[in-house]
């Protein structure tokens, strides 16, 4: 069976236009990939010399790390800094239990549970106006595994 040629130039197109899309939007990736973060996650030690891999699962010792240069951070950068309750947070963590494990993986809920008191502070100064987990078209799954790059 032969497929007619205006058939064949039709199917062509749609393919040539596809890969066309395809090399841009990989383009896109790449340059979104090599962008840099914000100067305070190398000047507080929040990246390392290790290639990105924001898919790997992330550990309780990497998230307290972020969010004790992020509480750093606010202290330095708005009115007021971090706030006790960050501090509070940031404070207990110093002083390790037998329960302790910074190897330990970290699920979405736990992540929530250590930004909320992140986000708390930038709502209340005006950087933002609500949490970005709430979605309620998207139900949380909150037993998940989180990864570094949802950190």
């Known amino acids: 069976m032969t497929i007619p040629r205006k058939k064949r130039d039709e199917t062509s ?3 040539t236009q596809t890969l066309g899309l395809v090399l841009a939007m990989s ?11 914000p100067d305070w996650w190398q000047a507080d030690g929040v990246l390392n010399s290790n290639p990105p891999n924001d898919y790997a699962p992330v550990n309780q010792g990497q998230l ?3 969010v004790r240069a992020a509480t750093s951070e606010l202290d330095a950068s708005i ?11 940031v404070a207990g963590w110093g002083t390790p239990t037998p329960q302790t494990d910074d190897y330990a993986p970290v699920n979405l ?8 008191p992140v986000y708390d502070r930038l709502i209340a100064v005006g950087y933002t106006n609500q949490y970005p987990w709430t979605n309620p078209g998207n139900p949380p799954n909150d037993y998940a595994p989180a990864n570094i790059g949802q950190v």
């Open 27 to 37: 383009g896109l990736v790449v340059l979104a990939a090599s962008a840099a973060g």
């Open 79 to 89: 009115p007021g800094g971090a706030g006790d309750p960050l501090h509070g947070l």
């Open 64 to 66: 307290k790390n972020f």
């Open 109 to 116: 809920g736990q992540l929530k549970a250590v930004a909320k």
């Open 13 to 15: 197109a749609t393919l």
